[in-house]
């Protein structure tokens, strides 16, 4: 994975995005356990090395998405890594961004206020 150019459906979260609450906090929030799960999935299916997504985090994190929150980045470097890959294309994950988007703006992204999704809700009709 190189440490080239950002992508723009990346970058153009950036603006608006601020540190949550929990940024500093040692204990992890539930969506990181999520995304350390997800993580975990596309290492065990050969999707994204775990190591290599690892040294991605250190040296994208330090590089082009170091303006991202400390706690975002490993979300954005594994989509970064994705969409280098060819796993999923710009347009793809945009379009699953404004969905997800859509989700929580209309209070269907969450089933609590820890930020915990209720079953089904971020599932397809």
């Keep these: 994975m190189s440490a080239g150019d950002a992508y723009p459906v990346l970058t ?8 949550a609450a929990g940024d500093t906090a040692p204990t992890p929030a539930p969506w990181e356990a999520s995304v350390q799960a997800t993580c975990d999935c596309l290492a065990l299916h050969g999707a ?3 190591v290599e997504r690892r040294q991605a985090e250190d040296e994208l994190g330090a590089s082009i998405y170091a ?21 999923i294309s710009e347009q793809e994950l945009e379009a699953k961004m404004h969905d997800v988007r859509s989700r929580f ?17 971020l599932t397809g009709p």
């Design 12 to 19: 153009a979260t950036l603006p608006g995005v601020e540190p």
């Design 48 to 50: 994204l090395d775990a």
């Design 67 to 87: 303006d991202f929150p400390v706690r975002a980045r490993p979300v954005v470097v594994t989509a970064h890594a994705l969409l280098e890959r060819g796993e």
């Design 105 to 121: 703006r209309h209070g269907l992204g969450t089933g609590s206020s820890h930020g915990i999704p209720r079953p089904g809700a």
